[in-house]
């Protein structure tokens, strides 16, 4: 079931509140969602996010496995996973009454991608900038 919430009344509902509970409500029922760049990486800006991230890249784990590795609660652990599956990094899979999270090396490889690009266009920046320097003999 998809709620949708008319974000234009003018009975005094506040609209910015109506269009986050309608995203909540779209992100709760939408198995396949498409995530923006930003929010990812706002995500992976944590250090305790980054480094949950590492360790499910190398096995699924669950929350109180993370939870003894790490030097935060189980509760801010599971608060760190929800961001990081709200982002499409990591993914749930219940086992009984066990939640097991593993890393999506598809968003990963997404974020590399990316990565790459930044690197590529900036070499390309730098190295045309040298270029002109030489060409015009300006240098320290």
Known sequence: ?????????????????ARTLHRQCVSTNLRIMSVSTAEVWTAMGD???????????TQPRSVTELAAELPVSRPAVSQHLRVLKDAGLVRLHRTGRQHIYEARPEALNALKA??????????ATFKQIAEADDRTGDRP
């Open 47 to 57: 250090t305790t996010r980054r480094e949950i991230l590492a360790r499910l890249s």
């Open 1 to 17: 079931m998809l709620v949708v919430w008319r974000t234009d009344r003018t009975d005094g509902e506040n609209p910015e509140y």
């Open 114 to 123: 990316e990565l790459e690009a930044f690197w590529r266009q900036s070499l």
